[in-house]
């Protein structure tokens, strides 16, 4: 760990209050980020909404600037949107599909990803779930069998909600080179929490949200895509001022980067607050918050599984900063109010948000603990002997 634990801690005042254990759900934002959404806001109520973006353009472009720095990327293969879902459902619906066609996925979809999957089988589409191995990640040899003519999307969730497992994104990235199939992958639980580079992923779509790992205020989102292939990719359903230019009475013409899958009205401070965020990130380093996030992780994972009535059920051959279990007998609504009177977050899982993983795995709910690299070795030791005292009560 290179980075200072001590001034990220003082950066993040309710760490001295609450022990965060939501970060898959909505972290912390550090206090630059929003001292940066209450100056912007401010500035609005002094000289109005338009003059203040005219005035913050650099603030505002931040986040395509950061955005491309985080991921390897440019700045033009970066849209702004709103969250995760409408980056990705941008995404999605950014591959051109027709019926007969055949989309692969996993089974760490969440649901909104999931309506988009039902909806195109609607369509005519074949949705397929791609086989996953006994340890629950993709089985690549299966991915491979799949991969035929008619395979035209391969809209993957690299880090699911509910098992802490973290899919071989690269690897099928891998297998994908050179097939003409669109690879959408959904890193809305990756960024912010380990090193996210596009083009070692070898994706073409890739979308994210802010308020999660990366710290960033509600409401905040991006869509990467590969700007080789923009052009070839399906027009936006919705477009406005910002995504295209109206040329003729009857025609227009789409931004000819990322920009065409941007609306022009959002939350303004929020996309400053968000561009503050990846820098804050960027300026710790991803590979400094990994480490941190793995030690934490595992540590956790480890002393729960020492715990009578408790089950760790986390999958996966490589697993990441999210830790789910479930107390013997209790709901994991109930175990996550408890931990609340605890002052410790964390968050209850249903089986509705992740069908195709926690259904077959006869899982109803689960908790979910979620590390982040501003926790204490000690806030770990509070979740755990918390959980101990509700497993044993």
């Not at 991969?147 to 802490?164: E, K, P, Q, Y």
């Not at 990322?258 to 609306?263: F, G, I, K």
């Not at 900063?321 to 107390?327: C, D, G, L, M």
Request: contains cysteine.
């Amino acid at each position: 760990m290179t980075f200072d634990l001590g001034a990220v801690r003082a950066d993040t005042p309710a760490a001295s209050s609450i022990r965060h254990f939501n970060n898959a759900g909505s972290s912390l934002p550090p206090t630059p980020v929003v001292a940066a959404c209450i100056d912007y806001t401010r500035r609005e109520a002094e000289i109005g909404g338009y003059e203040t973006a005219a005035e913050r353009v650099d603030d505002l472009d931040r986040v395509y600037v950061e955005g491309a720095r985080l991921l390897n990327a440019q700045p033009s293969e970066l849209a702004f949107c709103t969250s995760s879902a409408q980056a990705w459902w941008r995404s999605f619906e950014a591959v051109p599909l027709e019926a007969g066609d055949k989309v692969l996925t996993s089974t760490t979809e969440y649901q909104a990803n999931a309506f988009g999957l039902i909806q195109a089988q609607q369509r005519g589409i074949d949705v397929e779930v791609i086989p996953a191995t006994d340890s629950g990640e993709i089985d690549l040899d299966a991915f491979t069998d799949l991969l035929d003519d008619r395979v035209r999307a391969v809209a993957i969730t690299w880090i699911g909600l509910s098992n802490g497992m973290v899919q071989p994104a690269a690897a099928i990235g891998e297998l994908l080179a050179g097939h003409p199939a669109t690879y959408v992958l959904d890193a809305c639980q990756a960024v912010g929490q380990m090193p996210v580079d596009v083009n070692e992923l070898q994706c073409d779509l890739l979308s994210f949200t802010g308020r999660k790992f990366m710290r960033g205020p509600r409401g905040t989102a991006m869509l990467w895509a590969r700007r080789s292939l923009i052009d070839e990719f399906a027009a936006p359903s919705y477009i406005d001022g910002r995504s295209a230019l109206w040329t003729g009475d009857r025609t227009y013409e789409l931004a000819p980067d990322a920009l065409r899958w941007e609306l022009g009205e959002v939350n303004f401070a929020a996309k400053a607050g968000f561009g503050v965020a990846l820098a804050y990130a960027n300026e710790i380093g991803l590979d400094a918050i990994a480490q941190r996030n793995t030690i934490l992780a595992d540590d956790l994972r480890a002393k729960l599984e020492l715990i009578g009535r408790v089950t760790v059920l986390d999958q996966g051959e490589h697993k990441c900063a999210i830790v789910t279990f479930n107390v013997d007998g209790l709901e994991a609504a109930a175990v996550t109010r408890q931990l609340r009177e605890h002052d410790i977050n964390t968050s209850a899982l249903m089986a509705a948000t992740g069908l195709f993983d926690m259904e077959p795995r006869g899982i109803a709910s689960a908790v979910r603990a979620s590390v982040h690299y501003f926790l204490e070795d000690g806030d770990i030791d509070a979740l755990v002997d918390a959980v101990a005292q509700i497993a044993n009560s």
